[in-house]
């Protein structure tokens, strides 16, 4: 197990060595900074000597060395937008992305699970058909469609729920949440929304597709004809069933949570990570860029980790596959 | 009957508290595109930050909303000889951390200005020394005579020496020290508003300065201003029109008509000091993003010529600006000093003229080049790129277009890896001379940084010298003059159109225009 873990760990840091080489690599074509930092009466010299002093002239590989070397102090540098520290900036912006993610992801569930249930079990009811017609929407619509659609019609016809912006936030020691205010409730629920549509669908269709499996399998029919009531047999034993794979794709989909709040973030100038790194990439900043692809490689491949790990805790085949492999069972 | 009567006087309490909380406090909410990138007054000249910091921090003089000058922390200021200025300062000014202002401020300040991470070294690179005198009286000391050293002061700010020192921020921010400084999110001025609270990105809220030495000349009435940038332009309009909003610096071309016809907002608009332009690369000896060989057909100013006539301009401000553009002569727009309509007439629109032209050049097959053009940068940038290329496809041009995002752009030009190009400038000190100084001057390092056309004149590189230290405004007026009749005479760059700035508000709010696009809200008032 300890092998395992460390193995693991191991290819981790080659796959977030390999996303910030490429994303040092595309770099090149955001553009100049030198350009947004200084001021248009800047001289040709006053240009060569800044680009001089970030070492933007250095060639390609020793730029990204510096990077590495200096991320791995946990050093990522002065954001050229902003000018502050990028550690100080992300760690300003996190709990914004997540408490967002996190309201995403209940959403999801709390609408994706029952929904599913429900088009699984009554299959040819007006509402399922419904439903099913209406959760086309969510995957084929783009986010910024769905966002500008209701702010469209709760901000500016109904005038219910901001259009804009987290409310009013209060500051627990470092994590700045808008969950203790009214404000900061009402400005999560377009974003929240407009972020979890896709998610919802996904859950939705997973769901139901599970059930219909499940419920043609032998063991429900024997439950059934042990005279379990529905509800048992629906519930008790089919739903839980389904939960396994429905478990599985929601941790995962966590990850591309952030990764597609960036889009969210900015119909809603919501102040989380996905805002600050399109608004440095609109500045070429560098140092922001970079840190922020890095992390997000770090959690996809946390998550990854924490998957393959529960795997091996809850499927003991995998364990007895080794064990077998090893010739211990023999 | 009592519960009634009860009910309606708490009723009738809540609704009087209400309207006096409203009373008491204006609060004006208003949004951009972009925040401000520090509000370091010396450490970044970009306009949403000029705009922030001209809130809190004062300067010697002040433009009104028709760009004149007036006094501000100095009272007044007069040439004692050739390279001398006396600038006497106001009395009785106090910074926002309740200290004096004197002319220890004044000298720290422009000095400060002059350091090397400071990004306002061009509006005081003239400046040799800057001596104290007495407590309220400086003499600044330059180079040679400079007659628009107090226009170009309009643009640099003054913050407190002591709380400078005390701070550590006697310089402004390097980066290459990889931390912040104090006077990042933290300000000491002697501005019209104070600031509370600084949240990049999210929130900048500012209260009123109720000690403000201007209150007398501008009574503004807006005791509370919360500024929140909003990037995307759907949602900024949508924040507008759901009444979250008071103010809208920057609404959308697209949106104008929908701004104008909801009820309770208002539109104002003027020209800007903005003109577009396009620049060709006239002194390589070939052309780089062009099939033309061993030749350089920009180098013929017939070619320049033909194709200046044959864009036609009124079009492009019907259909691409939606009415929004005056045509324009020069490179330069209507409030610049040495501006005049007569240089702001355009050649006409004349394909034939145009055609012949080229066929004297010696190019009636025409031939292909490559635009590059932002598309993130200027109003409708890349549209009006797109309607030029068919424009000039009539006379043989084959154009390739390069739309590209500013920071991408602006790299490609600075490293003049551009044959031809869209380009806009705007002028701060509201003077020809930063015109030429940038744009016109052969480029040498230090001058014509933004000069990409390679253009150079020995006789407009000597008048714009000369127009810095010419203090007869007569004799300088003449070589403004002369300088803009070489450079029209060339046509060195091909004028597009001078832009209009709108500004969209609620009724409610009263805030006067300005052509630098440069909002003050002590001027602003509400009914």
């Not at chain 2, 350089?296 to 009415?323: C, H, L, S, W």
């Amino acid at each position: 197990m300890t092998a395992f873990i460390v193995r693991r760990l191991l290819q981790s840091i080659v796959v977030m060595l390999a996303v910030a080489f490429v994303s040092f690599a595309l770099f090149n074509f955001v553009g100049d900074p030198i350009n947004n930092m200084l001021g248009q009466e800047a001289t040709t010299e006053d240009r060569a000597e800044l680009r001089e002093r970030l070492g933007l002239n250095d060639p390609f590989i020793v730029q990204f060395g510096r990077f590495v070397g200096n991320a791995l102090q946990g050093e990522f540098g002065i954001s050229y937008r902003l000018k502050r520290p990028v550690s100080d900036l992300i760690a300003e912006r996190l709990p914004a992305t997540m408490e967002l993610v996190a309201a995403s992801a209940v959403l999801a569930l709390a609408f994706g699970v029952p929904l599913g249930v429900f088009t699984g079990l009554r299959r040819d009811s007006w509402f399922s058909r419904v439903v099913l017609t209406t959760s086309l929407v969510g995957v084929s619509l783009p986010t910024f469609v769905i966002g500008i659609f209701l702010i469209y019609i709760f901000s500016v016809t109904l005038g219910v729920l901001p259009s804009f912006g987290r409310g009013e936030t209060v500051d627990l020691g470092g994590w700045t949440t808008g969950l203790l205010t009214a404000g900061g409730w009402r400005s999560l629920i377009l974003p929240a929304i407009t972020l979890s549509l896709f998610q919802t669908t996904l859950i939705l269709r997973l769901v139901r597709a599970e059930m219909l499996e499940v419920l043609r399998t032998d063991y429900i029919r024997f439950a059934r004809a042990r005279g379990l009531s529905n509800r048992a047999v629906n519930f008790g034993h089919a739903l839980k069933n389904t939960l396994v794979p429905v478990i599985t794709i929601t941790g995962l989909q966590v990850g591309s949570l952030i990764a597609f709040s960036i889009i969210t973030e900015t119909v809603f100038q919501w102040p989380g990570m996905g805002f600050l790194f399109i608004a440095g990439l609109n500045f070429a900043d560098i140092p922001i860029m970079a840190a922020y692809l890095v992390m997000v490689a770090f959690v996809f491949v946390v998550i990854n980790l924490v998957v393959d790990i529960l795997y091996y805790v809850v499927d003991p085949r995998l364990r007895i596959d080794k064990a077998v492999a090893a010739g211990r069972t023999g | 009957m009592r519960a009634k009567l009860f009910i309606g006087g708490m009723l009738a309490v809540a609704t009087a508290m209400a309207a006096a909380t409203a009373q008491a406090e204006n609060v004006l909410r208003w949004s951009s595109q972009g925040d401000a990138l520090t509000l370091d007054p010396h450490s970044q000249n970009e306009g949403p930050t000029t705009v922030t910091n001209q809130q809190m921090y004062d300067a010697l003089v002040q433009r009104d909303w028709e760009l004149r000058l007036h006094p501000a922390l100095a009272t007044a200021w007069t040439p004692l000889d050739v390279n001398t200025w006396e600038f006497k300062l106001r009395q009785g000014v106090k910074f926002h951390d309740g200290s004096d202002f004197t002319a220890d401020d004044v000298v720290f300040s422009l000095k400060r200005a002059k350091a090397k991470t400071s990004d306002f070294k061009g509006y005081v690179n003239s400046i040799t020394d800057v001596v104290k005198v007495d407590d309220f009286t400086v003499h600044i000391r330059t180079q040679n005579a400079n007659p628009i050293l107090p226009s170009q002061l309009n643009s640099v700010r003054i913050m407190s020496k002591a709380w400078a020192v005390a701070n550590k921020v006697v310089e402004p921010q390097d980066y290459a020290d990889n931390e912040e400084t104090f006077a990042v999110r933290n300000t000491n001025g002697t501005g019209p508003f104070v600031l509370k609270l600084r949240e990049p990105d999210v929130q900048t809220v500012m209260v009123k300065n109720a000690n403000h030495w201007d209150l007398e000349t501008y009574p503004h009435n807006v005791d509370r201003i919360v500024y929140r940038p909003v990037q995307s332009n759907p949602t900024r309009v949508a924040a507008l029109l759901s009444g979250e909003l008071d103010f809208l610096l920057d609404p959308p071309v697209q949106d104008l008509g929908r701004i104008k016809a909801t009820p309770g907002l208002t539109l104002k608009q003027v020209a800007q000091i903005r003109t577009i332009f396009l620049g060709m690369d006239q002194a390589s000896p070939e052309l780089k993003y062009a099939d033309v060989k061993d030749a350089n057909p920009f180098a013929d100013k017939r070619v320049r010529q033909a194709m200046y006539q044959a864009i036609d301009i009124e079009t492009i401000k019907k259909k691409v600006m939606r009415g929004l553009s005056f045509p324009a002569g020069i490179v330069t727009s209507p409030g610049v000093h040495g501006y005049t309509e007569a240089l702001d007439k355009r050649l006409p629109y004349d394909v034939d003229r145009a055609k012949a032209l080229m066929a004297e050049a010696g190019y009636d097959d025409g031939f292909g080049v490559t635009l590059d053009c932002p598309n993130n940068r200027y109003v409708n940038d890349e549209a009006i790129c797109q309607a030029v290329v068919p424009m000039l496809a009539q006379i043989g041009i084959k154009v390739d277009l390069a739309a590209r995002p500013k920071s991408v752009h602006f790299k490609r030009l600075q490293q003049r890896d551009t044959s031809f190009y869209m380009l806009g400038w705007g002028v701060p000190t509201l003077d020809s001379h930063y015109v030429f100084e940038y744009l016109a001057h052969t480029t040498d390092g230090k001058r014509g940084s933004w000069n990409f056309t390679g253009f150079s004149n020995a006789r407009m590189d000597e008048v714009t010298g000369k127009m810095l230290s010419e203090v007869d405004a007569e004799k300088r007026d003449q070589l403004v003059a002369e300088a803009w009749d070489i450079l029209k005479g060339d046509i060195a760059y091909l004028p597009l159109h001078h832009q209009v700035i709108s500004w969209a508000m609620s009724d409610k709010l009263d805030l006067p225009i300005v052509a630098n696009d440069s909002p003050n809200f002590k001027w602003a008032r509400f009914k």
